[in-house]
Nanobody
Framework: QVQLVESGGGSVQAGGSLRLSCAAS????????MAWFRQAPGKEREGVAG????????YYADSVKGRFTISQDNTKKTVYLQMDNLTPEDTAMYYC?????????????????WGQGTQVTVSS
């Protein structure tokens, strides 16, 4: 059974940092790729960062390059999203996903499995 459970969201001031965690079930962590997405109120869901579980290769949306870092802990079957220098524009519900149908994709439609999300709010 594929399960993804996000945690680590919260409220922070602009310029601050948060680290999100995505705890994956065995079946989820065996998928080829895991990624983080976000969705702000009234906006479409957008990809933030992805990681290939087997080799650790990572890729990012241009909007977060240099500020966000995706990483993994194979022993814990957990994927992290370290978010630094946050701005109010980063405010959104953040979702973990697994199993991409496309290489190097951050299209929501390309991912099969989804967590419930964790809220990130950045105040100015």
């Amino acid at each position: 059974q594929v399960q993804l459970v996000e945690s680590g969201g919260g409220s922070v001031q602009a310029g601050g940092s948060l680290r999100l965690s995505c705890a994956a079930s065995e079946d989820a962590y065996s998928q080829n790729c895991m990624a983080w997405f976000r969705q702000a109120p009234g906006k479409e869901r957008e990809g933030v960062a992805g990681i290939y579980v087997a080799g650790g290769a990572t890729y990012y949306a241009d909007s977060v390059k240099g500020r966000f870092t995706i990483s993994q802990d194979n022993t814990k079957k957990t994927v992290y999203l370290q978010m630094d220098n946050l701005t109010p524009e980063d405010t959104a519900m953040y979702y973990c996903s697994a199993d991409s149908l496309e290489w190097w994709s951050l299209r929501p439609a390309a991912f099969v499995y989804w967590g419930q999300g964790t809220q990130v709010t950045v105040s100015s």
